[in-house]
């Protein structure tokens, strides 16, 4: 096995001639199933869209350092949350999530994580976890609700430092089923706000009608 740290905390393996993204981890605990080898936790682009965007786009993610303050919109129980927090490793994730379901699975894996605050809240309402929050340097979201664009302003608003980074993954089906992904799209950016964007990047083959849209804070 070969690795590569393609950025600070992010890795490539090359396995038996395939290249595969891996983020490092002192818990040898499998999260979701993910295969782990000796220290590094395999990241499927197929149950995480950051890792699709990562390897669709190539780059550096400045804002994910290894002290970043992370704000995590739509954690789920915890897939993508437990790679935010290998990368961060001195850094914290904040990691909102509305499901009480999906926040019991969480709240196991912040047992065995200190890096990672559960918060159980609507993400668009940002006010409601305002005293448990710091200005973060990126805020990621990924949340299936039609407002998804106003949800980012809003948060971004309150708690993203000026030149602070900014993803959203965009479901367009949860914005409107019966518009085209593109016409969703376009719609979506138009909405967001004191935003310097980056040119949206489809997540084809890995999520079906889903966009990554990225940027800074102005």
């Not at 499901?99 to 668009?124: G, H, K, T």
Request: with cysteine.
């Amino acid at each position: 096995m070969i690795s590569l740290e393609i950025s600070p905390g992010i890795f490539t393996l090359e396995i038996e001639g395939q290249k595969r993204l891996a983020t490092r981890s002192d818990d040898a605990v499998p999260v979701y199933g993910e295969r782990i080898l000796e220290s590094f936790r395999l990241w499927d682009p197929f149950r995480s869209k950051l890792a699709a965007l990562l390897l669709k786009s190539r780059s550096t993610m400045p804002a994910l350092s290894r002290d970043a303050r992370v704000l995590y919109l739509g954690a789920a129980t915890g897939t993508t949350v437990s790679h935010v927090s290998d990368i961060v490793r001195d850094g914290l994730v904040y990691a909102v999530e509305f499901s009480p379901r999906s926040m019991r699975d969480l709240v196991r894996l912040c047992e065995r994580r200190n890096n990672i605050v559960p918060i159980l809240a609507d993400a668009a309402r940002p006010e409601e976890y305002a005293p448990l929050l710091e200005p973060v340097d990126l805020i990621y979201q990924d949340v299936s609700q039609r407002n998804q664009a106003e949800i980012a302003c809003r948060n971004s608003d309150r708690y993203l430092k000026p030149g602070g980074e900014f993803i959203l993954m965009l479901k367009t089906r949860s914005v409107d089923v019966n518009a085209s992904p593109q016409a969703v799209l376009q719609e979506q950016i138009k909405k967001l706000q004191g935003l310097d964007l980056m040119p949206a990047l489809d997540l084809l083959p890995f999520h079906q009608d889903h966009f990554a849209i990225s940027g800074k804070k102005c």
